[in-house]
């Protein structure tokens, strides 16, 4: 019952945020245009619901000669690709606000498993353990305030399973306001050849 319901908040939700945070969305556009050549928005393939595949979209943080379908922390100076917009946008999750398209088309949640890479096999079949791909992706979930991208595999995946048993409107919003403190405190983000987990990579 509350799948039918989430989907109607998360549609919601997403147009709303979309229509108050357009201003910011076009200044950040305008910004990423002028200070760095390329595309503002990157896309990238993800595993969707029922490991069906669509392409996420995201601002643009790193240089279009960076190397392509390239994970950031198998890079050799993941900071030389990064531009100077990029790395404040990455530190902020602000390059994560283009997602609202992806929740206003279906594809995506609010809140859910965030979206693995089409190539993220192990991360994938470790999901399917739990459940975690029967559910719509999210912009953010029950990992994603447990460690982010500090978080291995495994442990990763059981959180979001365990986020699937747990489904409800009153954990969404759990999860959601625990989201807006590790932004704010910058938490669990980790960049470089330490990174291990980051799900949200980025080569171009």
């Not at 503002?40 to 490991?51: A, E, I, P, T």
């Not at 602000?94 to 609202?100: C, F, G, R, S, Y």
């Not at 987990?197 to 171009?204: A, E, L, M, P």
Request: proline residues 6%; contains cysteine; charged residues 25%.
């Amino acid at each position: 019952m509350y799948t039918c319901v989430k989907r109607i908040l998360d549609l919601l939700l997403a147009l709303l945020a979309t229509v108050a945070l357009s201003p910011l969305l076009l200044v950040l556009s305008a910004i990423i245009r002028i200070t760095s050549p390329g595309p503002v928005f990157f896309r990238q393939k993800r595993v969707g619901k029922g490991k069906s595949h669509f392409m996420i979209y995201k601002f643009r943080t790193m240089r279009t000669d960076a190397p392509k379908d390239q994970p950031t922390h198998l890079l050799a100076n993941p900071e030389a690709y990064i531009t100077p917009v990029g790395r404040f946008l990455r530190k902020s999750s602000l390059d994560e606000l283009p997602q609202l398209f992806n929740i206003i088309k279906g594809e995506m949640a609010v809140v859910g498993p965030r979206p693995a890479l089409w190539n993220q096999f192990d991360l994938i079949a470790e999901r399917d353990r739990y459940g975690a791909n029967d559910v719509r992706p999210g912009l953010t979930g029950w990992a994603q305030i447990n460690g982010r991208d500090e978080l291995p595999i495994d442990v990763k995946a059981r959180l979001d399973g365990e986020y699937v048993k747990r489904m409800s409107f009153g954990f969404d919003l759990r999860c959601v306001l625990g989201t807006v403190f590790k932004v704010l405190c910058s938490e669990g983000v980790v960049e470089g050849a330490r990174k291990q987990t980051r799900d949200d990579t980025q080569t171009h």
